[in-house]
């Protein structure tokens, strides 16, 4: 396969690119804070972009690309830090009226994997719709239904979540295959956010070591510096190896495993995003360890998509369970 973007997909990723940096700046980021992490405006004006809609057919108002598009895609909302469940809300489309528009938001729960408790709902209070993904199928629920308690403190500003202690049964709109095949694609998707982290916190790290001086130069002429930032370019490489064979191969199932691609690109891109974002904080001193230095804002993401849709340890154990039955 050729994990080149073709000229379309270049221009795609640059048109995401431009509207994502010019709708969310660093500077807005406390504004997008305080709005617990979602903003009407900027959800309409995703969904305007057709970022919902990307792989629906044109006769459902969709845009009709494919995987290896979507990956572009969510690597530029992850490079900026675009907040709100577009992840769940991308898989949303086509089962959820009105989830490709934007009118409705729809957010998830995933119990696929081992036992996880307490159970956490991001951007609960936003939310038109829960998918909740069961071993029988997937469950289209109300959150209004839900008990659950804010979270005071969340692991990451712009994602707020909710513990929740009750989960309704559910409208069951999709069967058990459907909802193994929504983990997997959510999986694909949340590597494709990881790499943007990856990139965006190197991109951070590069800027601020040329305009950093000491000793009456930038900090990005010291060996040490360099080598930290060269590591950081490797590892976003890797992640992006293993974001576009996941969307390439979930396109083209019959040219390899793709339960082994995606497994392997979230374990690769998991890992590149929280390593990149703490090498960035290093590269940034002190001031990293800041709240108004937005380093640590791209560490706190990549520990938040670490958890959704299976960790870099669950997705290691399906690969040696797939290694293990070639033998």
């Not at 409705?104 to 993904?133: H, K, N």
Request: hydrophobic share 45%; glycine share 10%.
């Amino acid at each position: 396969m050729d994990f080149q973007p073709t000229e379309d997909q270049k221009a795609l990723r640059e048109g995401i690119r431009s509207f994502v940096e010019g709708q969310v700046s660093f500077a807005r980021i406390p504004e997008l804070e305080k709005a617990k992490g979602f903003d009407r405006d900027l959800w309409n004006e995703l969904a305007e972009m057709g970022v919902f809609a990307l792989r629906l057919s044109e006769a459902d108002g969709g845009v009709e690309l494919g995987f290896a598009d979507a990956v572009l895609v969510f690597a530029e909302l992850g490079r900026r830090l675009v907040p709100g469940p577009v992840v769940w809300s991308h898989l949303g489309a086509g089962l959820i009226e009105g989830a490709a528009t934007g009118q409705t938001v729809v957010g998830g729960v995933d119990l696929l994997g081992p036992a996880d408790d307490p159970i956490m709902v991001e951007y609960f209070d936003s939310l038109d719709v829960l998918l909740i993904l069961r071993d029988d199928g997937i469950h289209r629920g109300d959150p209004k239904s839900c008990e659950a308690t804010e979270v005071e403190l969340p692991l990451e500003p712009l994602t707020p979540g909710h513990h929740v202690t009750s989960l309704p049964a559910g409208e069951r709109i999709g069967e058990a295959a459907a909802a193994a095949r929504m983990r997997l694609e959510g999986a694909a998707l949340v590597s494709g956010v990881q790499l943007g982290l990856s990139e965006g916190a190197l991109e951070l790290a590069n800027d601020y070591a040329k305009e950093r001086v000491q000793f009456n130069r930038p900090i990005g002429s010291f060996q040490a510096v360099k080598h930290m930032l060269a590591e950081m370019f490797v590892k976003q490489e890797a992640a992006r190896a293993g974001a576009y064979n996941a969307g390439a191969t979930l396109d083209t199932p019959e040219v390899a495993d793709v339960q082994r691609a995606v497994s392997s690109a979230k374990i690769t891109a998991g890992e590149s995003a929280i390593r990149n974002a703490r090498t960035g904080i290093q590269v940034h001193g002190g001031m990293g360890f800041t709240w108004e230095v937005i380093a640590h804002y791209y560490l706190k993401r990549a520990w938040v998509c670490e958890n959704q849709f299976g960790t870099q340890d669950e997705h290691a154990e399906i690969i040696a369970t797939i290694l293990e039955q070639l033998d």
